[in-house]
């Protein structure tokens, strides 16, 4: 990096968030992470500054950015991963919740932020988080997927109308990643965790510093000419 800059997590009270900052602060940026429940503790664990922010509400969002001051680089990673359902019993209400968070909280940031990129002629970054599962889908989870296939599109057409102000807009796609919160759910040598390994080729869940890592490069110099792309981390699990 050529110098410091300013770089706003959003979701950083939870364990990829944690880790993206963490990846932020060792390459010499300030960081700031954003959340709306335990951003106090995250913020202090890590060492960063912290702000309270709803991605779904506007009026929390031009907050958080007055407070937070100018920022370079933006990382949508706030979203909803925990309503699942089946299509045939998903109940419309949470369908919503999850179009709500994952898709108009991505698209409510990227333009908040790069109205204020474009008023201060910088040439910032956004990386937004998306998934694998939007392009390849796993029973029970199409409605997070749907909206991680959107959030794929809104990074395109973000990346085609900001380049013309020097503004590049890419994705990280994981596969499963082990956060605390799956290692819970999918303990190893379990039946669930041999599952989801056997459609791996590289037969292990991602660590939260894989995604860190794509993050990081993803927003750096040496992707200065990368934009509207959606890279997988998913230890190629898109290959079969």
């Known amino acids: 990096m050529t110098s410091s800059r300013t770089v706003l997590v959003t979701g950083g009270a939870g364990g990829i968030g944690r880790a993206i900052a963490t990846a932020f602060q060792k390459a010499g940026d300030t960081v700031v992470v954003a959340d709306v429940h335990g951003v106090e503790e995250a913020a202090d664990a890590l060492g960063v500054r912290g702000v309270a922010l709803d991605i779904t509400d506007e009026d929390s969002i031009g907050r958080a950015l007055d407070e937070v001051g100018p920022v370079d680089v933006l990382v949508n990673n706030a979203g909803l991963l925990s309503v699942h359902g089946r299509l045939l019993e998903l109940a419309a209400a949470d369908m919503g919740r999850i179009l709500q968070t994952n898709v108009q909280g991505t698209f409510l940031m990227t333009q908040h932020v790069a109205r204020r990129m474009v008023e201060r002629g910088v040439r910032g970054v956004v990386v937004n988080l998306s998934s694998i599962g939007g392009r390849q889908p796993t029973p029970g989870m199409g409605a997070y997927e749907s909206s991680k296939a959107a959030v794929d599109a809104l990074t395109r057409w973000s990346a085609i109308e900001l380049a013309e102000h020097g503004i590049r807009v ?41 995604v860190a890592a794509a993050v990081v490069f993803l927003a750096g110099d040496a992707a200065s000419h990368i934009t509207g792309t959606s890279l997988p981390v998913d230890g190629g699990q898109l290959l079969v």
């Open 170 to 210: 890419n994705a990280v796609a994981p596969g499963p990643v082990l956060t605390p919160m799956l290692a819970m759910g999918l303990p190893e040598g379990s039946p669930a965790r041999e599952a989801w390994l056997s459609r791996i080729p590289l037969r292990q869940l991602a660590a939260v510093e894989d």
